[in-house]
């Protein structure tokens, strides 16, 4: 309950610190006309801002608000320190999240290897390094970017300490991990007669990085390690009696039978509960999303093996793959409704503000529903904040939102003013980017940011001119916005300049192959020279706004090197290794890729200028284009290189104010635009589902 009691006090009643947040954030948004986001740090009111006088009471309609992703803690969160997360769990608050994870667990683990007999050097082998450990805890890959200095893991297990208080005494829950199977390839030497499996290649990493053993739960080795690792994790970090595990995140299980499947969920759990007896599973459900082995039979027996209400679902991507239905609501298991949205953090605009906004009810209103909450599961965040806002706020209540109304009044409070033209672009985007409701998967795999070919196959879903009117009438705005919101606007305006230029690109692309397919090197050279000026138009707007910039990332990583100069470079190898090759060899490249100043000049660009000369070289020669060699080439002397490179890249913005540089994109594109130097852009007819 929220009530005004006199001209300078606001009461907020609720049953815990969270409800309570929840409570002052709905007053600050709905009733003042401010918001809180990910990367603001205060709220600067103004002398004349009304405090209205109120009298609300609010329940929320999910029995749980969820947050986050097994990912999110390699593609955002690696580099935090206890200040940025003291800062983003009062966020969470906010937004009323009542359930998260806490993964961190590496100390734990050496501390196991070490007991069991495991040297320095075999688990210096087994951990990777600080930008890879999500899919070191799923087992997928092992030792890449290592080693894992003792003085970070440390480290990371006071900082989980600390952030699992603070989100605690808000009144959160916080799932803490436990055992899934997944172990270092030494301990075959340890327990030789121990029938191990190797799991599966994951994304073609070589022998050494790939393929950790897994141990059948079944075993007593298993239930060893499990009661072991559990106990020192409620030792560590306490416990909400929640636990999270994933054993078939991406890989097979050894077998796909019924026997297994059952066999390896029962003692999964029951080595849970053998240590706490309120054991709850929590399970992302991406093995069925992802694996066309798991038929609706091995899902049901992999579930029932666990008693009904002790395993919780996160249905990660139901706003695109609800599994939800084809389970029949999880067989009774209940489950959390998950709008996963972003692959790797890679930036770009869209989402399914339609699907999200129905989808929660009609979950809600299955026959036999189980759903118990509505969650966001990102791989990565800082970007497009409108969509995650929204799904928090339509899962806290009963009916759909007029989406009209409801980014109406996210512009008056992201801006600060009520402005016609700034409620016409958000709802431009709203009806274009926004507005996706196909079964093609979304993952950032942009032109400018992807590696070259003559094959790529841009598309799109929407109307390219909404995004063009949009960043139009932002820029007709510039001088209504208060100065205590500009912050917000120049970073919006920063990104839907970056959104059309992407976009054009994209355009510029098809244009291009185009000319390179019919001989036409005079309009194929002039495409180009087009193309290097995006790319230098991109950087420029980029480097205007603090959070697109390269050297954040770089400098955030090497501040957590506990150890100087080796460890710096460690840490700033795999920073960069993530966001470009994602690998030894590229084998996931361009996966998490980041529009950032600094990359797009020193990496996109002259990726896409080799390319283009190598082109233009096969169209003089009257000859094929050797992709072969481009691709050897390019990983040589461009993609690889950069993972090794130490160049230091500004962590302040440029002094030209991002809305000057953003008119003069706008005034030069307009008029290419105009001149129709660019054209057909594919426009592929998108899958839309029932």
């Known amino acids: 309950m929220i009530l005004k009691t006199n001209e300078s006090v606001i009461s907020i009643a609720a049953y815990d610190g969270l409800s309570a947040a929840k409570g002052f954030h709905y007053y600050l948004k709905h009733y003042i006309g401010e918001d809180v986001y990910w990367y603001n740090r205060y709220i600067e009111l103004s002398d004349s801002k009304v405090f209205p006088n109120v009298s609300i009471n609010s329940t929320s309609e999910s029995s749980i608000i969820y947050y986050q992703n097994v990912c999110t803690w390699g593609y955002s969160f690696i580099w935090w ?16 999240i009542s359930l998260t994870i806490a993964p961190i667990q590496e100390q734990l683990w050496y501390e196991i290897y070490s007991e069991l007999g495991l040297s320095e050097e075999e688990i210096d082998d087994h951990f990777t390094g600080p930008a890879f450990l999500p899919w070191l ?53 340890l327990y030789p007669n121990v029938n191990f499996s190797i799991t599966d290649r994951w994304n073609r ?101 666990v008693p009904i209400g002790n395993l919780l679902v996160l249905d990660l991507q139901s706003e695109q793959f609800p599994q939800y239905e084809r389970t029949h ?62 799904a928090l706020e339509r899962g806290w209540v009963k009916d759909d939102f007029d989406t009209k109304e409801w980014f109406n009044t996210y512009a008056n409070a992201r801006y600060g003013i009520n402005n016609l033209n700034l409620h016409n672009a958000l709802n431009l985007l709203k009806n274009s980017v926004y507005a996706y ?85 005079e309009r194929f050279n002039y495409l180009v020279d087009k193309l290097m000026e995006l790319f230098d138009n991109l950087e420029e707007i980029l480097a205007t706004n ?21 460890e710096q470079k460690l ?29 797009v000049q020193d990496y996109y660009k002259p990726r896409w200028k080799y390319f283009l000369l190598e082109l233009h070289q096969s169209l003089v020669d009257n000859q094929p284009f050797n992709r072969s060699s481009f691709v050897t080439n390019v990983f040589n002397y461009i993609e690889n290189p950069f993972s090794y490179d130490t160049k230091v890249y500004p962590v302040m913005p440029t002094k030209e104010g991002s809305y000057l540089v953003s008119k003069r994109i706008f005034n ?21 589902k029932n």
């Open 81 to 96: 320190d206890l200040a940025k997360w003291i800062q983003h769990i009062d966020w969470m608050a906010m937004m009323g």
């Open 137 to 189: 805890r799923m087992g997928n890959i092992r030792g890449w970017a290592g080693p894992l200095p003792s003085g970070f893991r440390k480290w990371q297990m006071l900082l989980q300490k600390q952030i699992i208080k603070r989100q605690r005494a808000f009144g959160m829950t916080v799932a803490i991990p436990a055992f899934a199977g997944h172990l270092p390839i030494a301990m075959r030497r």
């Open 205 to 305: 990493f070589p022998d050494e990085y790939c393929c950790p053993l897994y141990v059948d739960p079944c075993e007593n080795l298993f239930q060893n390690i499990s009661r072991k690792f559990l106990f020192k994790a409620i030792t560590a970090y306490g416990t909400d009696h929640i636990y999270f595990t994933d054993p078939f995140n991406e890989v097979k299980p050894r077998m796909f039978t019924k026997d297994y499947l059952n066999m390896t969920a029962y003692y999964i759990y029951d080595s849970m509960r053998s240590v706490d007896p309120k054991a709850i599973w929590l399970l992302q459900d991406w093995m069925f999303v992802s694996n066309i082995f798991w038929s609706d039979d091995l899902i049901k027996t992999f579930l029932l093996a």
């Open 329 to 390: 609501s999880f067989y009774g298991q209940p489950f959390i409704w998950c709008m996963l949205h972003n692959f790797g953090g890679t930036l770009g605009m869209h989402g399914s503000v339609n699907a999200v906004n129905t989808g929660i009810r009609e979950a809600r209103q299955m026959t036999n529903s189980s759903m118990v909450g509505v969650g966001i599961t990102p791989e990565g965040i800082d970007q497009n904040y409108v969509i995650y806002s929204f």
């Open 437 to 521: 409701n196909g079964s093609i998967k979304i993952h950032g795999k942009y032109v400018i940011t992807r590696r070259p070919s003559i094959n790529l196959k841009p598309w799109t879903w929407f109307n390219c001119s909404d995004v063009y009117k949009a960043w139009q009438l932002m820029l007709d705005s510039n001088f209504s916005i208060p100065i205590t919101h500009y912050r917000e606007y120049e970073y919006d305006l920063v990104d839907i300049t970056r959104q059309f230029l992407q976009i054009v690109s994209e355009q510029l692309y098809i244009n291009i192959i185009a000319a390179y397919r019919r001989h036409q090197i």
């Open 546 to 566: 603090v959070h697109f910039l390269l050297g954040i990332w770089l400098e955030d990583s090497k501040k957590c090197a506990k150890e100087e100069l080796m």
């Open 571 to 599: 840490f700033e190898f795999n920073a960069r290794n993530q966001i470009t090759t994602w690998g030894p060899k590229s084998e996931i490249g361009d996966y998490a890729t980041k529009q950032w100043s600094g990359i």
């Open 668 to 688: 030069t594109w307009t008029q290419l635009r105009s001149n129709k130097i660019y054209s057909s852009y594919t426009r592929l007819k998108v899958k839309i």
